[in-house]
Nanobody, 125 residues
Framework: QVQLVESGGSLVQAGGSLRLSCVAS????????MGWFRQAPGKEREFVAT????????DYTDSVKGRFTISRDNAKNTVYLQMDSLKPEDTARYYC??????????????????WGQGTQVTVSS
């Protein structure tokens, strides 16, 4: 079982930046496709970004394209979410997720079985 711990959430003004980190332990990190999701109060959890095992392929939800960047460092067992030009509507609890997958190039947008506890991002207007 892989364990995931997120960090980096904070209160930030609109237009600002944050970098979220998610450290994995317990299994070989490079065998997992990784994703970031978020859930705002009263809303369903939604997909934000995903990255393949080798970091080459990524995908984003439309609302964050051009503002957020997902990356990973397999040597550090860590996936990142760089968030720039933050908006109040980005306010949510952000979760990282992992899925064991065979291909190094495949990206996954759903059906992640492993989740962290989340980190809160609040963007003030």
């Amino acid at each position: 079982q892989v364990q995931l711990v997120e960090s980096g959430g904070s209160l930030v003004q609109a237009g600002g930046s944050l970098r979220l980190s998610c450290v994995a332990s317990g299994r070989t990190f490079s065998n997992y496709a990784m994703g970031w999701f978020r859930q705002a109060p009263g809303k369903e959890r939604e997909f934000v970004a995903t990255i393949s095992r080798n970091g080459i392929n990524t995908d984003y939800t439309d609302s964050v394209k051009g503002r957020f960047t997902i990356s990973r460092d397999n040597a550090k067992n860590t996936v990142y979410l760089q968030m720039d030009s933050l908006k109040p509507e980005d306010t949510a609890r952000y979760y990282c997720a992992a899925k064991l997958i065979l291909s190094q190039f495949t990206i996954v947008r759903g059906a992640f079985p492993h989740w962290g506890q989340g980190t809160q991002v609040t963007v003030s207007s």
